[in-house]
């Protein structure tokens, strides 16, 4: 079982960048495809980006193809997501989230097993 601690959200202008952070604890977070998801008020989660367990494979949706890059340090049990040129609809809040490599890429919130809490995001214009 792995936990999941989301930090980094913030209240950005438009235009601006943040970088988020999920910090996992317990075993095995190398062996982790990890995900990041959003949540607007209103709205269904949506998917963001992936990253495999290895770090060698990404994957975005397309809100996030060319403004965001998702990483990760294993040695750290970290995954982080950076995102630039964030626009008022960005506002959200992100949670990451860790499964097992089962179909790549996992873009659905089935795929998941373990989720964090999530951490607030908000762009104003």
């Known amino acids: 079982q792995v936990q999941l601690v989301e930090s980094g959200g913030d209240l950005v202008q438009a235009g601006g960048s943040l970088r988020l952070s999920c910090a996992a604890s317990?075993?095995?977070?190398?062996?982790?495809?990890m995900g990041w998801f959003r949540q607007a008020p209103g709205k269904e989660r949506e998917f963001v980006a992936v990253i495999s367990a290895s770090g060698g494979n990404t994957y975005y949706g397309d809100s996030a193809k060319g403004r965001f890059s998702v990483s990760r340090v294993n040695a750290k049990n970290t995954v982080y997501l950076q995102m630039n040129s964030l626009k008022p609809e960005d506002t959200a809040a992100y949670y990451c989230?860790?499964?097992?490599?089962?179909?790549?890429?996992?873009?659905?919130?089935?795929?998941?097993?373990?989720w964090g809490q999530g951490t607030q995001v908000t762009v104003s214009s």
């Open positions: 317990g075993r095995s977070f190398s062996s982790y495809n």
């Open positions: 989230a860790a499964t097992f490599p089962r179909r790549w890429p996992e873009r659905s919130n089935n795929d998941y097993l373990y």
